[in-house]
């Protein structure tokens, strides 16, 4: 500990390096990497014939490393300690004729311009970049002078740092601004985690003449693993990638030592795009006694299949790590729009990278198992990417489920482990990487729809939900020939009212969707279809029930909320919170009839603004329903305005039953996975 200066500025004096080397003595002091770590980077910056100033060389043995295998010779070491300047003299002595030490500034230094091919700094920037004090920065603009001075055009300034942030950022601006080129290479770990948890970087900044005008930033990050150097746009991008990378080198140190409480979530991106292409959930089994076999596992989500509650959700994945019975399970999602060369390929692409990951104990050499549903990696296909100023963007993708059934989904990116909306397929096309065994024109091709969606398919449990709850209006039995006027705020794929429309035969179905995107989405995608029984409003949705209630009182005998909140701050996805305020509620009610139901989908993970909407809903409905569904968030509601039409939920079950019975006609489809009377025989009324 004496070795420390007492404040960080020490670094720079003269003084304290000279008491530092005369306590260190003749040990050598690697600052960080050693040579067999920096010998492959360096090789591709270096070449024989260079002429080499290392600065703040200290009593490192990279200079005398470097001279001994033959990387370069021609090597002149400078630094601010005399004490340490001549014993390095005295331990290269005439081993080394053409390597030199000297005592300078590297503020001032003595030597010519343009005399060097390539400046190597080993931790001196960080050494004397200690704080952004406006003294420390000047002393620093006066260090990358002098390096860019002594440094032939073509030269490269090479700086092995840790990449604090400030460090990083002064470097990359100062030498950007200049016209240089900037790359920063993330160096291999050496699997010495105690000296320090965060990587090594080497900033390689090449000397171009600046070129008058607004010439473009030439900014490259490379990781370990990476061959060809990844281009960013900007300062700001270059120092976010190294926070990115040292974010990582911190979680994985921490995962290597004690159990995650919280299930931690991170992003392993393509090397060539930047883009990710897995997305990694760690899970700890607390209730796991680890063993050899059982310490970690590897669970690889088929493609198409991270949405599902098992693995699209923390319960779900906590639930799959139990059931493995692995001490830690990773799970691994594949990205869209990604290639996979099947299992073995993901297997070994990911071996290396996960195993940084693994918890302490592991025993070495262990195999580790990689786990997955059925054997192989799902089949996935992009049909339709856009974007909207209202969705933002969005992708239409075909996947493969269990057995042989095709599904359709929408997806909002922002939220890509959420399925906006779903349809079965019934005839579906060929998906991309599938083999057609012959040609067929008549076929279609891989970018058009299919040719039927099937519209007795309901994705959504809480979907399923909203259309038991119609049982509330009238004879459950002749119901389904009853006219009725139902009005369903949120098209999305537009399953529900298609639903709604296909088996409520006299049913005039009003749908409003405030995004236009989503109406040409599902007429293209989703099989959906306006006529006279059933028309599309683009309009924002409190607007449109504003405008009714002013106009059309008591005209409708349901009404559908399904509509999601862009806003993911508030704690409540669904709807938006304008949609469940009281003036609003009130309006809602004015257009429904006396006997009508109003239904929500209401999805909110904050308990106290939970409570509160519930409060505001009972305010203005005397007759409330809630209907959970299992393993998600969502809660249904049913809300009528008359009290008088309360049934108990085992009467509501036998009006569902018989709702069914109505609506399974001989020769329509049905879904035998719905049945009506478990959605709302599990009701309860508040």
């Known amino acids: 500990?004496?070795?420390?200066?007492?404040?960080?500025?020490?670094?720079?004096?003269?003084?304290y390096w000279d008491r530092f080397f005369r306590q260190r003595g003749s040990c050598p002091f690697e600052w960080y990497g050693a040579f067999p770590e920096l010998c492959p980077l360096l090789r591709k910056y270096l070449r024989p014939r260079d002429k080499v100033l290392v600065v703040g060389c200290g009593n490192s043995e990279l200079s005398e490393q470097m001279y001994d295998t033959g990387m370069c010779e021609d090597i002149v070491n400078i630094d601010i300690s005399d004490p340490v300047i001549r014993q390095m003299r005295e331990r290269s002595g005439s081993r080394r004729p053409r390597m030199s030490y000297l005592l300078m500034d590297m503020l001032q230094m003595d030597f010519p311009d343009a005399h060097f091919q390539v400046v190597?700094?080993?931790?001196?920037?960080?050494?004397?970049?200690?704080?952004?004090?406006e003294a420390t920065l000047a002393k620093v603009d006066r260090m990358f002078a002098e390096i860019s001075r002594v440094l032939q055009v073509g030269g490269r300034y090479l700086c092995i740092s840790l990449a604090q942030a400030h460090v990083l950022k002064k470097a990359v601006e100062y030498f950007s601004q200049q016209g240089w080129v900037v790359r920063i290479h993330q160096m291999a770990g050496s699997g010495d985690k105690q000296q320090f948890v965060l990587p090594v970087f080497v900033y390689v900044m090449t000397k171009f003449r600046k070129i008058p005008g607004s010439a473009p930033q030439i900014l490259e990050i490379c990781s370990e693993e990476q061959e060809k150097p990844?281009?960013?746009?900007?300062?700001?991008?270059?120092?976010?990638?190294?926070?990115?990378?040292?974010?990582?080198?911190?979680?994985?140190?921490?995962?290597?030592?004690?159990?995650?409480r919280e299930q931690v979530s991170l992003d392993l991106c393509d090397k060539e795009s930047g883009r990710p292409r897995y997305t990694l959930h760690v899970v700890d089994s607390p209730s796991v006694k680890p063993s050899r076999e059982n310490h970690f596992a590897i669970f690889i989500i088929p493609q198409g299949r991270e949405t599902e509650w098992l693995f699209g959700t923390e319960e779900g994945r906590r639930q799959l790590a139990t059931s493995a019975g692995f001490g830690r399970l990773v799970t691994v999602a594949l990205h869209r729009e990604q290639h996979y060369e099947g299992m073995a390929g993901i297997q070994a692409e990911l071996s290396g990278k996960v195993m940084e990951l693994a918890p302490q104990g592991l025993p070495a050499r262990q195999q580790v198992p990689f786990l997955s549903v059925g054997g192989d990696i799902g089949v996935r296909a992009v049909r339709h990417r856009d974007s909207s100023s209202l969705s933002g963007?969005?992708?239409?993708?075909?996947?493969?489920?269990?057995?042989?059934?095709?599904?359709?989904?929408?997806?909002f990116l922002h939220n890509r482990n959420v399925v906006q909306?779903?349809?079965?397929?019934?005839?579906?096309?060929?998906?991309?990487?599938?083999?057609?065994?012959?040609?067929?024109?008549?076929?279609?091709?891989?970018?058009?729809?299919?040719?039927?969606?099937?519209?007795?398919?309901?994705c959504c449990e809480h979907h399923k939900a909203m259309v038991a709850g119609l049982c509330l209006l009238g004879n459950p039995e002749a119901l389904p020939g009853t006219p009725l006027e139902v009005l369903v705020v949120g098209l999305g794929g537009g399953s529900l009212p298609l639903f709604v429309h296909e088996y409520f035969s006299q049913a005039h179905v009003a749908v409003v969707e405030i995004d236009p995107s989503m109406l040409e989405v599902a007429t293209r995608w989703f099989g959906f279809s306006q006529s006279e029984r059933m028309q599309v409003h683009i309009s924002d949705g409190l607007d449109y029930v504003a405008k009714l209630a002013a106009e059309a009182p008591a005209k409708f005998d349901a009404v559908m909320f399904d509509v999601d909140s862009k806003d993911l701050?508030?704690?409540?996805?669904?709807?938006?919170?304008?949609?469940?305020?009281?003036?609003?509620?009130?309006?809602?009610k004015i257009i429904l009839k006396p006997q009508g139901v109003f239904v929500l989908n209401l999805v909110c993970?904050?308990?106290?603004?939970?409570?509160?909407?519930?409060?505001?809903?009972?305010?203005?409905?005397?007759?409330?329903?809630?209907?959970?569904?299992?393993?998600?968030?969502?809660?249904?509601?049913?809300?009528?305005?008359?009290?008088?039409?309360?049934?108990?939920?085992?009467?509501?079950?036998?009006?569902?039953r018989a709702l069914e019975g109505a609506l399974r006609r001989p020769g329509r489809p049905w879904d035998s996975s719905y049945v009506l009377a478990d959605m709302v025989q599990a009701v309860s009324i508040l």
């Open 1 to 15: 500990m004496e070795l420390l200066p007492r404040r960080p500025g020490e670094f720079g004096s003269a003084r």
């Open 421 to 458: 909306s779903e349809a079965r397929l019934l005839a579906p096309v060929p998906l991309l990487g599938q083999k057609k065994r012959r040609k067929d024109k008549k076929k279609p091709s891989p970018t058009e729809p299919p040719t039927a969606i099937d519209k007795s398919y309901l």
């Open 120 to 133: 190597l700094d080993k931790g001196t920037l960080d050494a004397v970049l200690t704080d952004e004090e």
């Open 230 to 260: 990844m281009r960013v746009e900007s300062a700001e991008q270059l120092v976010g990638a190294v926070k990115d990378r040292q974010h990582y080198a911190l979680l994985c140190s921490q995962l290597s030592k004690t159990p995650c």
């Open 605 to 656: 993970r904050d308990s106290q603004l939970k409570e509160s909407v519930l409060g505001t809903l009972r305010e203005v409905f005397p007759l409330l329903y809630t209907r959970r569904i299992e393993g998600e968030v969502n809660e249904i509601l049913f809300c009528q305005p008359s009290p008088e039409v309360q049934q108990e939920p085992r009467e509501l079950g036998a009006r569902a």
């Open 569 to 588: 701050t508030v704690g409540m996805s669904c709807p938006p919170p304008a949609f469940v305020e009281k003036p609003f509620l009130e309006k809602v």
């Open 393 to 411: 963007d969005f992708v239409v993708e075909d996947v493969k489920g269990d057995g042989s059934c095709y599904f359709r989904r929408l997806i």
